[in-house]
């Protein structure tokens, strides 16, 4: 049954995302955002996953808008390659600095996760990257109101 469902999942995605550009940058903001919730699994400190979760849940809120962005992007300039519309380059750069931003964070909280004995400034590093994430969807929503 799971084979079935994901089969449906991928012509969803390829009938709304297509198979170029736009898909590539969704796929990585949600493996990004796989990764991140990858890296809590192995935190042991009850404090540091209760933040690093509630920064998880943040980041996982902003997949349907990235979602949102890409299919819009998808519609108005169709994609099946790796060439980038010209007048969606900005859309596309945020989505890549979004998706770049998510990569990091994850590498902050494994870092987190690795440290050796009390951490003094809990997640903040880990909350400062993801707010950059925010900033660059946020900024691939805004071209595509421009």
């Not at 989505?95 to 990569?103: E, M, Q, Y």
């Not at 050796?116 to 990257?129: E, F, H, I, W």
Request: proline share 3%.
């Amino acid at each position: 049954m799971g084979f079935l469902k994901t089969a449906l999942a991928n012509r969803r995605d390829d009938a709304e995302l297509g198979k170029g550009v736009w898909r590539r940058a969704h796929d990585r903001f949600r493996r990004g955002l796989d990764r991140y919730h990858q890296v809590l699994e192995g935190i042991d400190d009850d404090v540091l996953y209760s933040e690093m979760l509630v920064i998880g849940d943040g980041l996982a809120e902003l997949l349907p808008r990235v979602r949102a962005v890409c299919v819009e992007a998808q519609r108005r300039a169709p994609s099946d390659a790796l060439d980038i519309p010209g007048r969606y380059a900005g859309v596309h750069r945020a989505l890549s600095r979004g998706g770049n931003a998510l990569a990091t964070t994850a590498e902050a909280a494994a870092m987190l996760r690795l440290a050796v004995g009390p951490v003094p400034m809990g997640a903040l590093s880990v909350q400062r990257r993801a707010a950059t994430v925010l900033e660059h969807v946020r900024e691939a929503e805004q071209f595509l109101r421009a």
